[in-house]
């Protein structure tokens, strides 16, 4: 397992920006670069879902109704995956995690995101 520390959710109005952060701190370097870093969402009451995910090759995947506002992005040498959300709207409401996307680790406490009408 590798520990992970996501934040930057927050309360944000419709129409709004946050940027959510995912450090790898205690990951070395080589290893950071190898993964596919991905993040989710999981609504009240519904199952965890992928948002967006960054392939160690520099590929990005997202889901279709977040096409076009958000930007997944990595740092490497801050060992950081970085989602960054724009043009949010109250449906993207919900706790995001990042994780490994071809092999999960166990899943942290996640950051919330409330987006208000």
């Known amino acids: 397992q590798v520990p992970r520390v996501e934040s930057g959710g927050g309360l944000v109005q419709a129409g709004g920006s946050l940027r959510l952060s995912c450090r790898l701190s205690?990951?070395?370097?080589?290893?950071?670069?190898?993964?596919?870093i991905a993040w989710y969402r999981q609504a009240p009451g519904q199952q965890r879902e992928l948002v967006a995910a960054?392939?160690?090759?520099?590929?990005?995947d997202y889901a279709d109704s977040v096409k076009g506002r958000f930007t997944i992005s990595r740092e490497n040498t801050r060992k950081t995956v970085y989602l960054q959300m724009n043009s949010l709207k109250p449906e993207v409401t919900g706790v995001y995690y990042c994780?490994?996307?071809?092999?999960?680790?166990?899943w942290g406490q996640g950051t919330q995101v409330t987006v208000s009408s």
């Open positions: 960054s392939t160690p090759g520099g590929g990005t």
């Open positions: 205690t990951t070395i370097l080589s290893s950071f670069r190898s993964y596919d």
């Open positions: 994780n490994r996307a071809s092999a999960p680790w166990s």
